[in-house]
T-cell receptor, first 117, second 113 residues
Framework: KQEVTQIPAALSVPEGENLVLNCSFTDSAIYNLQWFRQDPGKGLTSLLL?????REQTSGRLNASLDKSSGRSTLYIAASQPGDSATYLC????????????????FGKGTKLTVNP | SAVISQKPSRDICQRGTSLTIQCQVD?????MFWYRQQPGQSLTLIAT?????????ESGFVIDKFPISRPNLTFSTLTVSNMSPEDSSIYLC??????????FGQGTRLTVV
C-alpha cells in the first residue's frame, strides 16, 4: 500500500528565504507526482505535476524535483513571500500498467508553511 | 485543466440532518472524485462517481451514508446523511487525468453541531 510522508509538518521562515519541502513515498511504481497548495478551509490549487519520466518541473519561483528510485520529491520555493503561507500537499498517482496511471491519488498530510514579513 | 465550482462553500448543520454538496465542471469528464479532509488530516477518497453507473466507494465508506448522483458528464452531488459531529470535515470534489493532473473545487467546509 502506497504511503506518502511529508516533512516537516510545519515550517516558519522569514520573508525572502529560500526553502525546501520534502515528500517521500514508499512504492516507486508511480505514474506521476503532483504538488498542491491549500489555503485554510479551502480547496486545493495545483502547483506542479511531474510525470514519472521527468526529473523536475518549474513554475515561476517554484521548482519540484522527483527521484523515483529513492522515493523522494522536493518542492523548492525561492525568495519566499508572506503570500506563500499555506499548506503544501504532495500526492502520487499510482501506475496501473505499462501504459497508464490511476486517477486516484494518494496524499501526504502536508507541510504548513508560514512566511513572516 | 478544468474549472470546478462547488457549493455550498460552508455550512453549519444540526446532527441527524443531511447536506447535499454540488459540483459542476466546465467540461465533460468521465469520472469525478469525492474526497474528505478531516481536521488536521490529509485527503481521503470517499468514492468515484461514474456517469451512467453506480458510484464506486472506497473501504470504510458506504452508499447509505454518502449517496452520490451523477446525472450527466459535468455535474455530481454528494450527500452526507444522518450527520454527526464526526462528519465535520472539508469535502472536496475533483477531476483528474493521469497525464494532466488533478483539479479540485473550492471545498465545502461542514460543521455539524
Amino acid at each position: 500500500k502506497q504511503e506518502v510522508t511529508q516533512i516537516p509538518a510545519a515550517l516558519s521562515v522569514p520573508e525572502g528565504e529560500n526553502l525546501v519541502l520534502n515528500c517521500s513515498f514508499t512504492d516507486s511504481a508511480i505514474y506521476n507526482l503532483q504538488w498542491f497548495r491549500q489555503d485554510p478551509g479551502k480547496g486545493l490549487t495545483s502547483l506542479l505535476l511531474i510525470q514519472s519520466s521527468q526529473r523536475e518541473q518549474t513554475s515561476g519561483r517554484l521548482n519540484a524535483s522527483l527521484d523515483k528510485s529513492s522515493g523522494r520529491s522536493t518542492l523548492y520555493i525561492a525568495a519566499s513571500q508572506p503570500g506563500d503561507s499555506a499548506t503544501y500537499l504532495c500526492a502520487v498517482g499510482p501506475r496501473l500498467n505499462k501504459q497508464g496511471g490511476s486517477e486516484k491519488l494518494v496524499f501526504g498530510k502536508g507541510t504548513k508553511l508560514t512566511v513572516n514579513p | 485543466s478544468a474549472v470546478i465550482s462547488q457549493k455550498p462553500s460552508r455550512d453549519i448543520c444540526q446532527r441527524g440532518t443531511s447536506l447535499t454538496i454540488q459540483c459542476q465542471v466546465d467540461s465533460q469528464v468521465t469520472m469525478m472524485f469525492w474526497y474528505r479532509q478531516q481536521p488536521g488530516q490529509s485527503l481521503t477518497l470517499i468514492a468515484t462517481a461514474n456517469q451512467g453507473s453506480e458510484a464506486t466507494y472506497e473501504s470504510g465508506f458506504v452508499i447509505d451514508k454518502f449517496p452520490i448522483s451523477r446525472p450527466n458528464l459535468t455535474f455530481s452531488t454528494l450527500t452526507v446523511s444522518n450527520m454527526s459531529p464526526e462528519d465535520s470535515s472539508i469535502y472536496l470534489c475533483s477531476v483528474a487525468w493521469p497525464d494532466v493532473g488533478a483539479f479540485f473545487g473550492q471545498g465545502t467546509r461542514l460543521t455539524v453541531v
